[in-house]
Structure formats: structure tokens, C-alpha cells
């Protein structure tokens, strides 16, 4: 059901959509969507990017006219996201595009808004409340996946650390879990560090220093995002690297195709998070609100991004084009996470939207595949009284070394 203030909004766009993907509001309408983008942990270059780019998709034609856009960063207690969300619904939104802190405690307050007609959008992180979208690739294995690369690249063998991500997050929990039920099947593999770092390079780098203090004779790393601060803590101490794996930052795939950090011992695949999660979900919540779509699924599953070191290969544009998929380190920051970008879901964006959340000069809003994938179910994760797949630990990306 759509927020009450958006009726006339709805009614007028819907004369002007016959025969087009997506028309111009009337000229005398002054009635915009109410959208609100509510983040909770914002400390790292994942979640500016994330929500950047839905900026720059607000700012871009036509969405630049139909929507007014309002960003409220509520921080890592989920009661102050509690308190985020019923301002915005109490201010009459007509949808919430955000990334929850917690997967249930924000239920109650979500069941509330959408009897009360708001559009929830979750990205990335998900929440189990079943009035809300979630678009998120949580359930595409990352965590099983690139815990198997590591498994291989070791030969089924050696001491780790396990870099987790924000403490109590669905996100985190669910590829932690992931990646112990490939870890567990190895006797030779020993978790001998394992801690937060709030998908953040410094923080990152911080933790596995501490943790090289104890453990200095480390063999591998299996990482959330922040995974290059794990090698710069390893330069640190001296000019030897170990097998990682992790996410997408423009530095962490460098690295993996730079001849002279393969020779100190790197190897791994980048994976992982991408924030074009968040674009891809408010493009989704407009189709809806503008009745584009009809979207029968609740929990949308977005593709696990899989670059191997091999596989990298460095753009010469401001966009992901030509299968390329990481940028010259004089663009971009090490810590620019890579798959912001998509060439399908989000065609509209560049490197600045990303950096700076402004929209591509000329530029508008092109429609998106019709085709949604539905995400498995995962108990207190996205659905609640679920049962999960048989085979919910499923390797899709990689085959597995011979257990031990």
C-alpha cells in the first residue's frame, strides 16, 4: 500500500506513463515521493558509496523531479534507527530505502510503517520483518566461497585470522557462519585471531596488527571488507604476505594483479559486498512507486561479484566497460570499493557518482532487467519461521580442495 500523500502523485504519473518506461511527472504537479535514506554504521567508503550513488539516482532525470530525498545517519544502536524510522514515518514517507543495523529489532517499528503504507527497501543487510524488501547478495555464498579459496590456496592447512565485520549484523553473521562451515571441515585449519573491523581499512589494518603481535607466523587471512588495510598491517611488520581473501576495494584488487606483491607470498580472490546493492534497490522501490513494477518477491538476491586475481582487469574510463573491474590507483582511493558500478543494473553511474554522489551530466534513468532473482531463505536473517535450503552452504564459485 503507498503512502496516502502520494495518491494524486500516482494518479497523474499513471495518465502520462502509457507507452513509456518512465515519463515525466505533469508540469503542475508539485507533489514529489517523500524518500528516505537511512543508514546506520556509516564509517567506512562501502556505505558513503552506497549511499551516494542512490544521490546521484535521485539527481538524475527523471527521478530529479519526482523525488525529494533525505539522508538520516542514525549510527550502530539499533534503538536510534528505531527512533530514525518513526520520524520518517510520521513525516508521511511514502518509502525507506536503508541499511539496517539489525535484523530484527527493528520489526516492530517497519510492521508499523507499512500498515501505515511506507515502501521498506533494505540493501545489503536484511532484516527478517516480511511487509520489507530486501536486495541484498547475502545469500550468494560469500562467505563459504572465498573461505574455500583460502582453504585452497593453504592446501588444506595453516593458522588464520577471520576479519569480521560490525558486531550483531546480519550481514556479518551470515558470512561468518558461511566460511566456519567450509574452516570446520578442515582439521589443519586453526582460527587463531578473530575480531572486528567494522569493514574499514584502518580498522582493519589496527585489528590484524594486534593480532600479528600474537600471532606473527600467520598463514592466511580470510577477510570482510577492509581486506587491504590486512596488508598493509603485513607490511608493517615486515616484507612478507600471506594468502587473503576478500572484498572489493580498488586497492585489494591491484594488489592481487601486482607482480611484485604475488612474489612476497599474495594471493586470493576479491569477492564480496558490492554497495551497487543500494542503487539497484532504489531503482527497484521507484518502479514500484511510479507502478512499473509488480514485484512479487520480497527477498532479492543480487550476484556475488567473483575477480580471482587472473581475472582483474583495470578500466581506462570512468565506468565498468569492457568486462574491466578495478581503476588506475591515480582515480581512486585503495579504499574505493569496486562494485559500486554495474553496467547493467546501473548504467547511469560513473566513478564521481560514487565519490561524490553527483549524477552523469546528460544522463537518465534507464529501466531495469524484468527479471528479479528471488534470495533462498535464511532464518533470522531475511525471513523468520523459515526453513533454509538443504544445502544452504552450497559452493557455487570455487571447488573444493580434498578435506584432510
Known sequence: MLNKTMKTTLAAMSLLAAGTMLAQPAAAQDEKFKIYLSLSYSGNAWQSE???IVKALAATAPYKDMVELKEVISGTDPQAQISAYESMIDDGAAGIISFPISSTALNRTIKRGCDEGVLFFMYDATVTEKCAYNVSYVTAGFGENSAQALVNALGG??????????????????????????FDKYPGIKVVAEYYSYWDDRTTQQETAKA???????????????????IQALLDKGDKLVPITGENSNGFRLALANPEMQAKGLKGVSAGSPPATSGYAF?????????????????????????PADKVKVCT????????????ESKVPSSFVTEVLDPIMLPE???????????VDGATIQPLPEEVKEAANAPGINCDKCEPPAE???LS???????N
Open 50 to 52: 552506497a549511499a551516494n
Open 157 to 182: 592447512k595453516g593458522n588464520i585470522f577471520l576479519s569480521r565485520g560490525v558486531p550483531g549484523n546480519s550481514v556479518d553473521k551470515r558470512h561468518t557462519d558461511g566460511a566456519l562451515s567450509v
Open 212 to 230: 600479528l603481535g600474537a600471532h606473527p607466523d600467520v598463514d592466511g587471512i580470510w577477510a570482510q571488507a577492509g581486506e587491504y588495510g590486512a
Open 283 to 307: 531503482k527497484l522501490m521507484m518502479e514500484i512507486l511510479t507502478k512499473k513494477r509488480d514485484l512479487k518477491a520480497m527477498n532479492i538476491e543480487y550476484p556475488l561479484p567473483w575477480v
Open 317 to 328: 574510463g570512468d565506468k565498468f566497460e569492457d568486462g574491466c573491474n578495478a581503476f588506475p
Open 349 to 359: 553511474l560513473s566513478i564521481q557518482s560514487a565519490l561524490n554522489g553527483t549524477p
Open 392 to 394: 544452504i552452504y552450497k
Open 397 to 403: 564459485k570455487i571447488e573444493p580442495a580434498p578435506a
